[in-house]
DNA sequence: GTTTTACCAATACGAACGTATTGGAAAAAG
DNA sequence: CTTTTTCCAATACGTTCGTATTGGTAAAAC
């Protein structure tokens, strides 16, 4: 039982600043430039601090894409809708437009997410934050799709199912252009637009 | 003018080899476990070998991606089909299935694209082997879907282009879920046959 | 045989790495 | 004030890195 007790820090915003700065460089540089001291640098404070908030530089890798993960998920809880619920073609685009990495922000996320695709083949933890979502988001589409027919915004022959890995596989082809500058985050938003368009009746 | 002219090995092959080591090493633990030594000891050969082939570590890691392209050019350009000319729907199912990462071969090749999509950002020779590529096969599926709709075997009011970014987005979206071992290839061909079988008549 | 030189194994070297260790500042409780 | 303990800057240590350098081997030309 401490009797004396000193100041405490805000540990979860340390750690999230350092995990910042090493997002940062993963998506300019990749995972090859990561060092304890390039992560120091990046984030403007010294090596000890980063040593004091994690352990060794695994712990400091899974923490950063967690945090990543995250803030991920912030963004889609937090999303709010201007007149209440969204319709389902609405909530459609809105999830395929997110997937693409039109902004600074997502850019990031996305390019951070390749870099450590290869990480996640060997370490189960990793492996876990593509392994639970992916089906997740595949049934949210197909669920979206299966509302927008039974409401008759789409031909009853179409299969979810099927729309759903064309939806995903159309919004998740638009990356790799859209990060080398081939294509404009508009283009890529047209293309999904000009799809839906097509979908919906 | 040289008088003498020593024992000359075969150059391209020595490069090959080491080359291949080091696309193993990618594939499996990512560009951050490149070093020399470890391209040597994969490869079996000496580091002074690999010092004595490349000039150094980038241009090692330039060779080695422009190698994996030259193979994936090879394997297509010495596609043969038992019985002449391949249908429109044949060549457009073989071309979808290629991008699959189903056997350990193709399973490589795309691990390897993943791990330096993000060195390609800031270099423009990398880059280049993506920017140029990408819009060719676009263009290629799109003419195959519009030979197949000339012969009658598409419906002449599905328009090529969209067409193509379907199917490609359809079969490049396979790529996550069967190297994470979430879908099998045998899923991941299923997915691209169902669709084929609703885009022909 | 001698000579020449491509080939490459071995070693060396300085820089950068992950991390263990040390020491001190600073805030809260008594 | 003193005490306690968190926080972290600084330094040190052993390893690994890219690459420069050295030296020797062996094949081809003469």
Redesign the interface.
Known sequence: MPVHVPRQVDHKARRDQIAEALLDI???????A?SVRAVAAQAGVSAGRIQHYFANKDELLAYAIEYQDWLVQQRWNEQTWPEGEPTPREALRWVLLETIPGDDRRRREW?VG??Y??????NPKL?AL??DG??RLYQLLADLVRMAQEAGDIAPDRDPG?EA??L???????G??V??G?RSPEQAAA?ID??LD?LFQ
Do not use: K, T
């Open positions: 993963v998506a300019s540089q990749g995972l090859e990561i390019l390749v870099a695709l290869i990480r996640m083949l060997a492996r593509y392994v992916l089906p099927m890995e064309l995903f596989g159309l919004a998740d082809s638009q790799p252009p990060v080398l081939l293309a000009y799809y097509h």
